[in-house]
Nanobody, 115 residues
Framework: QVQLVESGGGLVQPGGSLRLSCAAP????????VGWYRQTPGKRRAFVAS???????NYADSVKGRFTISRDNAKSTVYLQMNNLQSEDTAVYYC?????????WGQGTQVTVSA
């Protein structure tokens, strides 16, 4: 089973910043788009950001201008830099690798924005 290893979640005050990281097996990482999704209790998992293997990015409207996704193909790692965090950003964040055959998910990391 493919394992994606996430890190970087935690508790932060409104206006603060966090950086999430996700390492994936090299065999699948370099060839595919990767992204981040988030989920709150009782709601469906929602798209946050993605980046293609060539570096083209896409963001949900709610995070544009505050979040930045990037990838390091040499390290097989994708990052999500989150700035100016707000309470509505509180969620479990999931890393995803997006091959044609179906999405591969990380285990999720909790991000809590609270004073």
């Amino acid at each position: 089973q493919v394992q994606l290893v996430e890190s970087g979640g935690g508790l932060v005050q409104p206006g603060g910043s966090l950086r999430l990281s996700c390492a994936a097996p090299r065999s699948i990482f370099a060839l595919n788009p990767v992204g981040w999704y988030r989920q709150t209790p009782g709601k469906r998992r929602a798209f946050v950001a993605s980046v293609t293997r060539s570096g083209s990015t896409n963001y949900a409207d709610s995070v544009k201008g505050r979040f930045t996704i990037s990838r390091d193909n040499a390290k097989s790692t994708v990052y999500l830099q989150m700035n100016n965090l707000q309470s509505e950003d509180t969620a479990v964040y999931y890393c995803a690798v997006l091959p044609p055959g179906g999405t591969l998910w990380g285990q999720g990391t909790q991000v809590t924005v609270s004073a």
